[in-house]
């Protein structure tokens, strides 16, 4: 009887101690389930009131005084300055103890306090969508020795434009000024613009291209306020080349008779004109322009403080028409025993290096129209004739398949 209540006793023990396993196992998950259930309700409550934050932030941007833009005039000893304010009249007004003063600069654009006129934020600058298309390359990949038969133009264009940004102590010391801006004209193909390029690659410049007729605008003043942005935004990106292509398409000489679309590309001649009398001579920003008609400009752009030096970029001679042939034929294949350059370089005659460069790429055309990977001297006699077919104004029987 006694091992009977004994054996009994055990297993009331193991039963209980199993419920007692079991009852605290269902605690714990009973335990972790409400630990989960807090994580999500504190998660819950951080982001309410990040969108309780953000809605007293709008409610209190929206009940704050609208403020009106103005542009700085001038700075004046503790922390005041005169501002012109965009509804026309100069006010003298305070600087927010929230402005660096430091910051503020002359023709800066700031936010006014509609009630105190206390300068409260510097606006940025904006820009037009333009001036950022504009084609602007920060080291651009054309080299001198890419550029044939100008040796001269070269000599003068890195004397005027380079020197000043590479070594301005030479002009400090010799007590001179060098020119703002110089004026390449010649015909089309010339390499006007290849000079620019290798220029500002050689000086680590930034190159900023605008082709002057993008800047004839629909509307009265936009144009000159498009010129005045470029020429802020070239001082930005200084050191920097600008140059302005087709330059006669807003500098042509101003008539006494003229349309109102006349008039309005005359005030943006009068825009340029004024931006390049404001640059400074020894400045980082380098003014470069290229016209096809120089008999057409209007004379005050060639006065000097403006274009200082005008560069014929001209047809180059028999060796330069040799020295650019090299240039474009150093990666062809050729046959240079069968080649007579002597009669090539005759025959172009009158031809630019664009003309050049469009007969290397005919010839080449020729070798592959038969599926060769040798150009011949049949090749270059073939464009040649072709060239001349199409100046000639004949029609050519060539047809072109690969």
């Keep these: 009887m006694p091992a009977t209540i004994d054996g009994s006793s055990s297993r009331e023990d193991e039963n ?41 932030s709008e409610l209190e941007r929206i009940r704050a005084p609208p403020l009106f833009t103005g542009t700085i005039v001038e700075i004046l000893p503790d922390d005041k300055a005169i501002v012109k304010s965009s509804t026309g009249p100069q006010l003298v007004v305070a600087i927010s103890n929230k402005i660096n003063s430091a910051s503020l600069k002359i023709d800066s654009k700031v936010a006014l306090n509609q009630r105190s006129f206390s300068i409260v934020e510097i606006l940025p600058v904006s820009e037009d969508p333009a001036v950022r298309a504009m084609e602007i390359e920060t080291k651009p990949e054309i080299k001198y020795e890419q550029i044939g038969g100008l040796k001269q133009q070269i000599t003068e264009v890195r004397e005027i434009v380079e020197l000043p940004l590479t070594h301005p102590e030479l002009f400090e010391k010799v007590g001179i000024n060098p020119p703002k801006g110089i004026l390449l004209y010649g015909p089309p193909g010339t390499g006007k613009t290849l000079i620019a390029k290798a220029v500002a ?39 920097a080349i600008l140059f302005i292509d087709e330059l006669d398409a807003v500098g042509s000489k101003r008539l006494e008779v003229a349309t109102s679309g006349d008039r309005e590309v005359q005030r943006t001649l009068m825009q340029l004109l004024s931006s390049l009398d404001g640059f400074e001579p020894r400045g980082e920003v380098k003014v470069i322009a290229a016209t096809n008609r120089p008999d057409i400009l209007d004379p005050a752009l060639l006065r000097p403080g403006r274009f200082d030096r005008l560069i014929e970029i001209g047809s180059p001679d028999d060796e330069g028409r040799l020295e650019i042939f090299k240039i474009h034929t150093k990666g062809m294949n050729l046959n240079e025993d069968d080649i007579d350059f002597k009669y090539i370089i005759s025959s172009t005659t009158n031809y630019s290096g664009a003309d050049i460069q469009n007969l290397c790429l005919e010839a080449g055309m020729f070798a592959i129209r038969d599926r060769r990977s040798e150009v011949t001297n049949q090749d270059f006699m073939n464009a040649l004739n072709k060239i001349e077919e199409k100046k000639s104004g004949k029609k050519s029987n060539m047809d072109y398949f690969i």
Aim: glycine share 4%; aromatic share 8%.
């Design 201 to 239: 690659r050689n000086t680590n410049a930034t190159f900023i291209r605008v082709i002057a007729s993008e800047l004839v605008q629909k509307f009265i003043g936009e144009g000159a306020r498009l010129v005045r942005e470029i020429f802020e935004y070239a001082k930005k990106q200084s050191p």
């Design 16 to 56: 209980y101690n199993l419920d007692l396993i079991t009852y605290t196992r269902h605690l714990e998950r009973q335990t972790r389930r409400l630990e989960t259930e807090k994580s999500m309700i504190e998660g819950e409550r951080l982001r309410l009131q990040r969108e309780l934050n953000g809605l007293r």
